[in-house]
């Protein structure tokens, strides 16, 4: 259990937060959120033991092991999978210790290493890393790369997956969803759903909290709270709040104003002298509530197309690629008006690919891109933000776009994003990613399009931002492909789903949760596959069998708590139905004066009967897929 008492954080002369209460258990997921500096970040500085609080207490169980991403990756030139390994220490510590041994030809700490790899489940560990890696989206043979051959986002996914494999009783995660795509986010999902340790989660992705978190730290205006339940239902209750002291503030600020008015009528008539005076001492007793808590954000807000041709944009069965190799094969592809599509896939299908050659910028070897005249394209893409101007100002990106227009137009406008005054004279070199994608996004609204063209448009975007962006498309009048590691987004502004695989872009028919369920269906083809076949290959040495037995016990672990919790369930009950139908043994009960008595009892023994029932059949679901899963492990006769 992790306890802050009091707790007040600073960043140099800033307050963070003070006065800080709350308390997690463990096996819990928080949620930790708030705009961007107001503290994150520095409460995990403090519970990594980097940095010490002003004042107050935070207790932690000195025993337990703490594991978070690493920011930075050197250029090694050790194998990717190796470097994940490097995340287990006790692994490596026992791997160094058998190989000392067998230099020195130590038969029994040559046994004690063996002992300890098995203690910790060492043989199983590299084929663990191995899945992890292919849940972040590497392929096998990029496993054995050099980690000095990848480039910065992918050097995150391997600190992420050196974080994961880590033994660990908390688990700090900042961001984990930056750099990763859509099936890499719902992967990561599932597999911290099954992870044991203590986990803190800093995130930007609504449905990825929503998920996950069972409560929710929220830092703001230097106050740190605790909600209770996910994302969503933390909104819902702050709203509620913001309501309650916004109607408390507007009684508070009417008395007030009543009160004042009396004493500037009557203050100098002397017959009302003291009911003037009365009111004043009421005046200055009156504890005025705080002013409500203003929000900070921008409202994003797509302009009306001029025109919105019926088809806008199709691709004739084109091939696309580089060169010799093509990635994506003859397609037909065609937007309509009121087409609103997302571009499913896993990393490296051609998304993005597709994406810039609807664009008009990616060369294709063959087939036809054909546009209407009066198509206008918005098109983004993290290059966007690459391609303004750094010493350049947001008014000046502004007159290049729209020359024609004034510049005190372009100021009100700029005004709208967050870019008023003397913000829109500035150099953007040092404007943060997100004021960076906010002005790229800006631009494009400026150009009034009829066909958005969307690549990852919520990367660098707060919450805030990303719900009003989300708006924004959803009132958006034109035509619309996007791709987004953002499921609520997804969700809530497509249409129409296509999906790219194995150079085939073809219509999805199904929603998010079915290409989950695609995913998962694809992971089990790949688990089959690996499976010897019946021919029999040669057996397996006693080391391999280890390991093969501990991925098993790994892979059958989530079935097995599901049904331990469904009996602890049918236990419970059955007690509770014990109890009862002792009460009902009692000859007393069925006397004249307990019949209010005896009715209760009997109905809590029917809801109770209910109840029992449906655990009894939760347990029976939950031991024939456990049994399901136990099948497809076990080797035929």
Known sequence: MITLNQLRLSRGSDILFSQADAAIHGGQRIGLVGNNGCGKSSLF????????????????????????????????????????????????????????????????????????????????????????LSGLGFLPAQQQLAVAEF???WRMRLNL???LIAPA??????EPTNHLDLDAIIWLQDFLKSHPATQIIIAHDREFLDSLCQHIWHISGKQLE???????????????????????????????????????????????????????????????????AQEQGFQLEFATPEHIPAQLLKLEKPALGYGETNI?????????????????????????????????????????RKIHQYCQIGYFTQHSLDRLEATQSPLWHMQQILPAQSEQEHRNFLGNYGFGGDRAYDAIAPFSGGEKARLAL??????????????????????????????????????????????????????????IDQAQVSPFDGDLD????????????????????????????RQSQKRNEAEIRRLLRPFKQILEKAEAKVTALETQKQTIENRLADADIYLEENKDKLKQILAEQTNLQQALAQAEAAWLEAAENLQAEEMKYTPEP
């Not at 009783?169 to 900042?174: F, G, I, K, Q, T």
């Not at 509620?240 to 408390?248: H, V």
């Not at 958005?452 to 990367?459: A, G, K, R, S, Y």
């Open 226 to 292: 605790s909600y209770r339940g996910n994302y969503s239902q933390f909104e819902r209750i702050r709203h509620e709040r913001r309501l309650q002291a916004d109607a408390q503030y507007a009684k508070q600020a009417a008395q007030r104003a009543h009160l004042q008015s009396f004493v500037d009528r009557f203050r100098a008539k002397a017959s009302k002298a003291k009911q003037a005076q009365s009111r004043l001492k009421a005046l200055e007793k009156l504890d005025a509530a705080p002013p409500p």
């Open 151 to 153: 480039s910065g986002g």
């Open 45 to 132: 500085a403090l519970l990594r033991g980097e940095i010490e609080a002003d004042s107050g207490e935070l207790i932690m169980p000195p025993d337990w092991r703490i594991a978070s991403v690493r920011q930075e990756t050197p250029s090694l030139p050790q194998s990717a999978l190796d470097y994940v390994l490097d995340g287990h220490q006790p692994y490596r510590q026992a791997q160094h210790a058998l190989k000392q041994a067998e230099q020195e030809a130590n038969g029994l700490a040559i046994a004690a290493a063996h002992e300890q790899l098995a203690a910790i489940h060492g043989y199983a560990l590299p084929a663990q890393a191995g899945e992890l």
């Open 328 to 368: 994506l094969k003859a397609f037909s592809l065609a937007i309509e008006r009121e087409d609103r599509i997302g571009l499913l896939g896993r990393n490296g299908a051609g998304k993005s690919t597709l994406m810039k050659a609807l664009a008009g910028l990616e060369v294709i070897q063959s087939g036809e």
């Open 514 to 541: 079915d290409y989950r369920r695609h995913l998962q269906q694809s992971l089990q083809a790949q688990l089959e596959a690996t499976k010897p076949d019946k021919g029999g290959p040669a057996p397996l040495s």
């Open 442 to 499: 800006a631009l494009i609204i400026a150009m009034r399009p009829n066909l958005l063209l969307l690549d990852e448009p919520t990367n660098h975007l707060d919450l805030a931002m990303r719900d009003s962006l989300n708006l924004a498309l959803q009132a958006y009048e034109g035509a619309m492909v996007i791709i987004s590691h953002d499921r609520n987004m997804l969700r809530s502004t497509c249409n129409r789903f296509f999906l």
């Open 169 to 174: 009783d908390l688990l700090l995660l900042d």
């Open 161 to 163: 997956a050196q974080a």
